[in-house]
C-alpha cells in the first residue's frame, strides 16, 4: 500500500485511538505512534489501549513506538495529543518529517502556555506548510462504538481537505465535511469547550430549558462576532466545529461541563482552570479584550473561573448585558 | 557559503540575455500554447464542462477586452478593426484556425512583454558614471545643472542590511528581488544599490505607462525591465506575462518584482501583497525540480527602500485620500512624468547625502522558509529542509497544484510583509513629521487625519524644544526595538537638533507645498496631507508617549 493511503495518528489517547480503531475498521492502514513504550506494548498483546478500554482494537490498527516508521510510512498525519503537549510532540514529529507531509490535529483547545491556535503552534515545530484541523462533535466512545459521528476538517490547502477528507471518511460511522476556515475551526472548536463550561454552569444552577435555549443561542452568535474579528468565517460558529461540539458537549462526558456544574454547586473553588474549556475562556474573554469584541456569556464564564463573580451573579449579569446590547 | 573571500564584482547573467532572447520567447510561446490546448482539449471531451477553457473562450476573452479598451482610447491605429474582425470570424473559424489564432495572440503578446539588455548601455549607465545617466533624466538646457548635482548619484544611494549573504545566494542561485514601492524612481533607485552592493542586475516587470519617459525608457528597455501593460486584464495576456517571468527564473536570470504591487499611495509600509509575479517563483522552481535540478535554488531577497523625500508624494497622497486608488490605479500624470519635477528630484533630494536607502534582508526561499549562511532552507525549528518535498506528492514525484502554489506564495508574502517594518530605515522627514503628527493628534483627541485636517492653521505650531524632546523619545524607542526599523546608519550619532533642522529643510524645500516651516521658536505644519504621508512611514510603530 502506498503512504499516501496510510492514516498515521500521533498519540494513543482516547480519540486518536477511537479514530484509529474506526478507520481501520473501514479497511484503511492506520499507524499509531505512542511515546509511551507501556501502551505500545499493551495494545499489542491485548488489542486493547489502557485509555479506552471500553472499545477492542481492531487486529489491523497497527501501533509503533518509532515516529521514523510512521513519517516513512503515512503521509497523512493526525496529531491527537493533549493541547499542553502538542508543541513538544510537533517539535519531535519534525525531525523526521518534510513538506510532502500533511498533519491534521483534533486538539479542541488552545495551545499552552500562550494560548496560540494549535496550527501556529504546530507551523513552529513542523517542516510542512500543509497543516490543518479536524473538530466536531464525535466523542471518542461514540467513535469506538461505531456509532454515526461527523466531523468537519479546514485547512488553507485543498490538498489538505481533499486528503483528510479521502483517508479520515469512513461512513456510517465518521463522516468529514469540509471547509477552508481553518481559524475559525478551530477557534470555534476551543471556545466551544469554554461554552460547555457555561452550560454547565447554567444547568448547575438549575435554570430551566428556556434561559438554556437562549444561553446557547447567544454564545453561538458571540463566538461567530469574535471569530469574525479575528478573520473567520461566522458560519463556522453554527457548525459542526461551533454549535455541533458545544452540543455534544454539554454532557456529563465532559470535564468542561463537569467544571461548570461543580462550579454551580460549589463544590470546586473558582480557581480551578484545569480543563481546556477554561483554559478557553480565560484565553478567549483576553482575546475578546484585545480585538474589542464585546463578549457578556464568555467574560461571565471567565470572571467565575477567576473568582472574580459567583455563577448567580454573572448569570444575572450575563442575562442583564445580553438583554441590553443585543 | 558565507565567506571571507572579498567582494568581488558579481556575474551579470543578463549578458547573455540577447542571445537567449528567441529561445526564451519560443519556450514562453510553447508552454502557453500547450496549456490552453490541453485545457480546451479536456474540456471539449471531459466530464466537467468549463466553458472558460475553450479556445473559442480564450480568444473571444481577448478580442472582447480588447475592443473594450481600443474604444475607451479612442484607437486610430486600426487595431480596433482587427480585433473586430477577429470577433466576428470566430464562430466560422476552424479548430486549427483557432489554433493558429492563439499562436499569433501569444507570440505578439510576448514580444510586447519581452525585455532587452544592452552590455553597452549598461557598462555606460554603471561603469562611466551614474552622474551621466542622471543627466540624462534632465533636459539638455539642465544638462550642466544635472551633471552636477548628480556628480555622485553613487553615493546617494546607500545600500545596507545583509549584503554579504545576499552575494553568496547569487552566486549559488537566483536572486528574487522583493523590494517596497513607494515611488517611480525604485527602478533606478534598486538598480543602483544592487550594484553598490556588488550584487547582480536584475530583469524585472515594469508598468508599460513608465516607458512613456524617453529617458527612462531608453535605460530601462537597454537594461533588462521588461513591460507589464496594467490594462491588459485578460487571462491570456496574465499568462503570458506569468510564464515569462517564470521561464527567465528557471534560465538563471535574477528578477525584481514589487510585491505591494502598485506604488503604496499612503507611504504605510505595506503590510497586504498583491503577490502577483512572485508566485512565478515556486512555479519556476517546481519546474526545475520536475527537471531533476532540486539544488538550483531560488533566493527571495526583502528589501526596503527608504527615500528621505518621495518624488510623487503630494499626488500619491492626494490619491490615497481622494480614496481614487483603485481607479487611478495607473497614474499617468504624475511627478514622475514631468521632466520638470524630475530635474527637481535630482538636483534637490539627491544632493543630500544618503537620501536614498535600500536595506536588504535576509533571503527566503519560495516557501517563505528561512536559510542557513549556506543557502539551506530551514524551518521554523530551524531544522534544514528539503525545498523540493513541498511541491511533491506522496510517491515523490513533483505534482501540480496551482491551490497549493497559491497558499505557498502567501506564506512567503506574510513572511515579507512581516519583515518589511524591520528592514525599514527612518530618515529626518519621517522622525520629524511622526512627533508633529502624533503632538497634533493628541491635542486633537484623534489621530484621524480627516479630523485632523480640520484643524486650524493656527493650532498647528509646536514649540521647537518641545519636538526635539519627541525626536529623542522616538529615537530612543526605535533604538530599543528592532521590529520597529532603525535609523538611518550614517546619521545615528547626529544631534537630534540636527537632525529636525535637517528634516525641516528638506521638508519646506522639495515640494510644491511647504510641509512644515519654522516660526520663531516653533515649528508650523502647514501641510498636513504631506504631514500625514511622511508620518506614515512610522505607521507600524505604536502611538505611545512620544510627542
Known amino acids: 500500500m502506498s503512504r499516501a493511503d496510510v492514516v498515521g495518528i500521533v498519540g494513543a489517547g482516547r480519540f486518536g485511538t477511537a479514530l484509529g480503531s474506526v478507520l481501520a475498521r473501514a479497511g484503511r492502514r492506520v499507524l499509531v505512534w505512542s511515546r509511551d513504550e507501556e501502551i505500545v506494548r499493551a495494545i499489542e498483546a491485548t488489542r486493547s489501549c489502557p485509555r479506552l478500554p471500553e472499545a477492542p482494537l481492531p487486529a489491523s490498527l497497527e501501533v509503533t513506538g518509532d515516529p521514523r516508521r510512521l513519517a516513512s510510512e503515512a503521509r497523512l498525519l493526525v496529531m491527537a495529543v493533549s493541547s499542553t503537549n502538542v508543541r513538544d510532540r510537533a517539535r519531535e514529529l519534525g525531525n523526521f518529517i518534510d513538506g510532502s507531509h500533511i498533519v491534521v490535529h483534533a486538539v479542541g483547545a488552545l495551545a499552552s502556555p500562550n494560548n496560540e491556535r494549535v496550527s501556529e503552534v504546530m ?26 459521528s461527523s466531523m468537519v476538517v479546514a485547512s488553507a490547502f485543498d490538498e489538505v481537505v481533499a486528503e483528510a477528507r479521502r483517508l479520515l471518511n469512513a461512513p456510517p460511522a465518521l463522516r468529514v465535511y469540509g471547509s477552508n476556515d481553518l481559524a475559525g475551526v478551530e477557534l470555534a472548536s476551543a471556545l466551544a469547550g469554554a461554552y460547555s463550561v457555561a452550560l454547565g454552569l447554567c444547568d448547575g444552577l438549575g435554570m430551566g430549558a428556556g434561559p438554556r435555549a437562549v444561553l446557547i443561542t447567544r454564545v453561538v452568535a458571540e463566538a461567530s462576532r469574535l471569530g469574525t474579528a479575528g478573520g473567520a468565517q461566522a458560519r463556522t460558529f ?76 454573572a448569570a444575572a449579569l450575563v442575562g442583564d448585558q445580553v438583554a441590553s446590547e443585543e | 557559503m558565507a565567506s571571507d573571500r572579498p567582494v568581488r564584482e558579481a556575474e551579470n547573467r543578463l549578458e547573455r540575455f540577447n542571445g537567449d532572447r528567441e529561445r526564451l520567447l519560443a519556450e514562453v510561446e510553447r508552454r502557453v500554447v500547450a496549456r490552453i490546448l490541453a485545457s480546451a482539449r479536456s474540456e ?34 486600426g487595431a480596433l478593426t482587427r480585433w473586430r474582425d477577429l470577433s466576428r470570424r470566430l464562430l466560422a473559424m476552424s479548430d486549427a484556425e483557432k489554433e493558429a489564432e492563439l499562436r499569433e495572440m501569444v507570440r505578439f503578446y510576448g514580444r510586447d512583454v519581452v525585455g532587452n539588455f544592452d552590455p553597452r548601455v549598461y557598462r555606460f549607465a554603471t561603469g562611466v558614471g551614474p552622474s551621466i545617466l542622471g543627466a540624462l533624466f534632465s533636459p539638455m538646457t539642465s544638462f550642466r545643472e544635472g551633471l552636477a548635482a548628480l556628480k555622485n548619484l553613487d553615493a546617494r544611494i546607500h545600500p545596507d542590511g545583509e549584503l554579504e549573504l545576499a552575494r553568496a545566494c547569487a552566486e549559488r542561485g537566483t536572486l528574487i528581488v522583493t523590494p517596497t514601492h513607494s515611488s517611480n524612481m525604485d527602478s533606478p533607485a534598486i538598480g543602483f544599490g544592487l550594484l553598490r552592493a556588488h550584487l547582480p542586475p536584475t530583469t524585472y516587470g515594469a508598468g508599460k505607462n513608465l516607458f512613456t519617459n524617453p529617458f527612462i525608457s531608453f535605460f530601462m528597455r537597454n537594461l533588462g525591465a521588461y513591460r507589464v501593460d496594467r490594462r491588459l486584464r485578460f487571462g491570456l495576456y496574465k499568462d503570458v506575462l506569468k510564464e515569462y517571468s517564470t521561464v527567465l527564473l528557471e534560465h538563471g536570470y535574477h528578477s525584481l518584482f514589487f510585491p505591494g504591487g502598485t506604488r503604496c499611495r499612503s507611504n504605510i509600509i505595506e503590510k497586504h501583497l498583491k503577490l502577483g509575479l512572485l508566485g512565478t517563483t515556486v512555479t519556476a522552481y517546481k519546474n526545475m525540480v520536475r527537471e531533476g535540478m532540486p539544488n538550483k535554488r531560488l533566493y527571495v531577497v526583502p528589501a526596503t527602500i527608504n527615500y528621505r523625500l518621495v518624488l510623487e508624494a503630494e499626488t500619491l497622497i492626494d490619491d490615497y485620500l481622494a480614496e481614487t486608488g483603485k481607479s487611478r490605479y495607473i497614474i499617468t500624470d504624475d511627478e514622475f512624468s514631468r521632466v520638470g519635477r524630475m530635474v527637481e528630484f535630482f538636483r534637490k533630494i539627491l544632493a543630500h547625502e544618503g537620501s536614498v536607502i535600500v536595506r536588504f534582508g535576509r533571503p527566503y526561499d519560495p516557501f517563505g522558509n528561512d536559510i542557513t549562511d549556506d543557502g539551506e532552507s530551514i524551518d521554523r525549528a530551524g531544522r534544514i529542509v528539503d525545498p523540493a518535498s513541498f511541491v511533491r506528492g506522496a510517491d515523490g514525484e513533483v505534482s501540480d497544484d496551482d491551490q497549493r502554489d497559491a497558499e505557498y506564495t502567501r506564506a512567503l508574502g506574510r513572511r515579507l510583509a512581516a519583515v518589511y517594518p524591520r528592514l525599514t530605515v527612518f530618515h529626518s522627514t519621517h522622525l520629524l513629521a511622526r512627533v508633529l503628527y502624533d503632538e497634533l493628534a493628541r491635542r486633537a483627541g484623534t489621530r484621524d487625519i480627516y479630523k485632523l485636517l480640520r484643524v486650524a492653521p493656527s493650532d498647528c505650531a509646536v514649540p521647537l524644544a518641545d519636538v526635539i524632546a519627541g525626536v529623542d523619545r522616538l529615537r530612543a524607542r526605535i533604538a530599543q526595538t528592532p521590529s520597529y526599523g532603525a535609523e538611518h546608519p550614517g546619521y545615528v550619532q547626529q544631534s537630534s537638533q540636527d537632525k529636525v533642522a535637517d528634516a525641516v529643510k528638506g521638508l519646506s524645500t522639495f515640494h510644491t507645498r511647504t510641509i512644515v516651516e519654522q516660526r520663531g521658536e516653533a515649528l508650523a505644519v502647514a501641510d498636513m496631507k504631506l504631514l500625514y504621508y511622511y508620518q506614515n512611514r512610522t505607521a507600524h510603530i505604536p502611538a505611545g508617549d512620544v510627542a
Open chain 1, 123 to 148: 507551523q513552529q515545530g513542523l517542516p510542512t506548510l500543509k497543516i490543518g484541523v479536524i473538530a466536531g462533535p464525535a466523542l471518542p466512545a461514540d467513535l469506538a462504538l461505531g456509532e454515526f
Open chain 1, 238 to 313: 453554527a457548525g459542526l466545529a461551533g454549535l455541533g461540539n458545544l452540543l455534544v458537549r454539554a454532557s456529563d462526558r465532559s470535564a468542561d461541563y463537569q467544571l461548570g456544574r461543580r462550579l454551580a454547586d460549589g463544590v470546586v473553588s473558582a480557581d480551578n482552570h484545569r480543563t481546556e474549556g477554561a483554559r478557553a475562556a480565560i484565553a478567549g474573554a483576553e482575546l475578546a479584550a484585545h480585538l474589542r469584541v464585546r463578549m457578556p456569556v464568555l467574560e461571565g464564564v471567565a470572571a467565575v473561573l477567576a473568582g472574580k463573580a459567583e455563577p448567580r451573579e
Open chain 2, 44 to 77: 471539449s471531451g471531459g466530464p466537467s464542462r468549463d466553458e472558460t477553457s475553450s479556445l473559442e473562450y480564450v480568444l473571444n476573452d481577448v478580442a472582447f477586452n480588447e475592443i473594450k479598451r481600443l474604444e475607451a482610447t479612442h484607437d486610430k491605429n
